[in-house]
């Protein structure tokens, strides 16, 4: 029952007739407990997710939720109220959401400022993308990342793709993929630009320490402003996501880490066509991760052979994690594979949200790795020489 609720939750509805489907009523009843048409607060507080999906769908005040309004603040994509946000308003710890003008479209990004963060000192920024059809608040769910920024200190980023929905079943432009924003011509590298100058308005943002990471379609969004925005983004750590460019077009050495599983059938790791809408036969030809891997290797100009280390097997879960490490590169850069064995379309150290993603190793965590991976790599300053 969890896992079906879990379903609605996460891929949000793509119009009015599947609002109506058998699987979301089917959801309800099997909510509704003690049948009587109507969610009590029990019985919605039986399912955190769904309490925190269903803030403020009583809209009459009694009590209860009917199946009505049940149905209608999921179709509005309804999320967890932030704070408003103006452009004369610092932020200050807790969740944000802020919309941006980039072009014609008005874009919008939620934000997680940790509760140590302090106005005074320079913060890093870790902008995590999520996959494609899904939408901010599945990716606070999926990555756990809240979570690391408050142990750690920095602010997390959550943009929002575009869609012909407002807040599900959305997509970014990643060059090669994915979905509505690729067809559409969307310029995410320019919405990317534009979000981290709102950001240093309301925040104390450390611009050498400006990182990114994310899953499938966020993962190749990662590995796009990487190469479109090497000005602005110090290091990346894409999960599960390829480069979807024939070479990058950095203008510095950018230090990666890649996560990828090889039984993932969402984004194979050697590449072609994938599981799902956006990676089915036909519809998206993905690159291999030795693709990726070799493109960074190359543009960074790392040593051509890696050192291969076998991380602890920890978790008796079917799943070895090996690290991969082609270092040399210029200005310290490096290139990491942290490839896992029989790993599906998830997040390592994570329960994966809904089970038809795959396998997620509780070996390692990608939160931690990639961590510890963007503190030892900052942007570079530029250094310039005075002219006498």
């Known amino acids: 029952m969890k896992k079906l609720l879990l379903l609605i939750l996460t891929f949000g509805i793509a119009s009015q007739s599947e609002a109506q489907s058998?699987?979301?009523?089917?959801?309800?009843?099997?909510?509704?407990?003690?049948?009587?048409?109507?969610l009590s607060a029990d019985e919605v507080n039986q399912f955190p997710q769904l309490k925190t999906k269903l803030q403020g769908a009583d809209k009459d005040g009694d009590g209860v939720i009917t199946f009505d309004e049940f149905r209608a603040h999921l179709l509005a994509g309804a999320r967890p109220p932030s704070t408003p946000s103006s452009p004369a308003t610092k932020l200050v710890a807790g969740e944000h959401t802020r919309t941006i003008a980039v072009g014609d479209l008005q874009r919008?990004?939620?934000?997680?400022?940790?509760?140590?963060?302090?106005?005074?000192?320079?913060?890093?920024?870790?902008?995590?993308?999520?996959g494609g059809g899904g939408n901010p608040e599945s990716m606070v769910r999926l990555s756990g990342m809240n979570a690391k920024s408050d142990e750690a200190g920095f602010i997390v980023?959550?943009?929002?793709?575009?869609?012909?929905?407002?807040?599900?079943?959305?997509?970014?432009?990643?060059?090669?993929?994915?979905?509505?924003?690729?067809?559409?011509?969307?310029?995410?590298?320019?919405?990317?630009?534009?979000?981290?100058?709102?950001?240093?308005?309301?925040?104390?943002?450390?611009?050498?320490?400006?990182?990114?990471?994310?899953?499938?379609?966020g993962g190749i969004m990662s590995h796009y402003v990487a190469s479109e925005l090497s000005d602005r983004i110090a290091a990346i750590a894409p999960v599960g996501g390829p480069l979807m460019m024939d070479a990058p077009n950095a203008k510095r050495p950018v230090p990666v880490m890649h996560f990828h599983g090889t039984g993932d059938e969402f984004a194979p790791f050697k590449g072609g066509f994938g599981k799902g809408p956006l990676g089915r036969a036909g519809v998206t030809e993905f690159r291999s991760v030795d693709h990726t891997i070799q493109c960074w290797v190359k543009a960074n100009g790392c040593k051509p052979e890696p050192e291969?280390?076998?991380?602890?097997?920890?978790?008796?879960?079917?799943?070895?994690c090996t690290r991969k490490t082609w270092s040399g590169g210029?200005?310290?850069?490096e290139v990491v594979l942290i490839e896992i064995e029989n790993g599906g379309h998830t997040w390592p150290g994570n329960e994966p949200i809904v089970a038809m993603l795959g396998k997620?190793?509780?070996?390692?965590?990608?939160?931690?790795?990639?961590?510890?991976?963007?503190?030892?790599?900052?942007m570079r300053p530029v250094l310039t020489t005075k002219k006498e």
């Open 22 to 38: 058998p699987k979301l009523t089917e959801g309800f009843k099997r909510a509704d407990t003690n049948g009587d048409g109507k």
């Open 108 to 130: 919008r990004y939620r934000v997680h400022v940790p509760k140590k963060y302090d106005a005074a000192n320079p913060t890093p920024v870790v902008v995590v993308f999520h």
């Open 157 to 217: 980023v959550y943009p929002f793709g575009t869609g012909k929905l407002a807040d599900s079943l959305l997509t970014f432009n990643g060059g090669g993929c994915c979905g509505y924003a690729m067809e559409n011509k969307v310029d995410d590298v320019a919405f990317t630009r534009a979000l981290l100058d709102d950001l240093a308005k309301v925040a104390n943002v450390d611009t050498n320490r400006v990182f990114a990471t994310g899953l499938s379609n």
């Open 308 to 320: 291969i280390v076998a991380l602890p097997d920890k978790a008796d879960d079917g799943m070895k």
């Open 330 to 333: 210029r200005d310290g850069s």
């Open 360 to 378: 997620s190793t509780k070996d390692i965590s990608a939160n931690d790795l990639m961590w510890e991976f963007f503190q030892k790599h900052p």
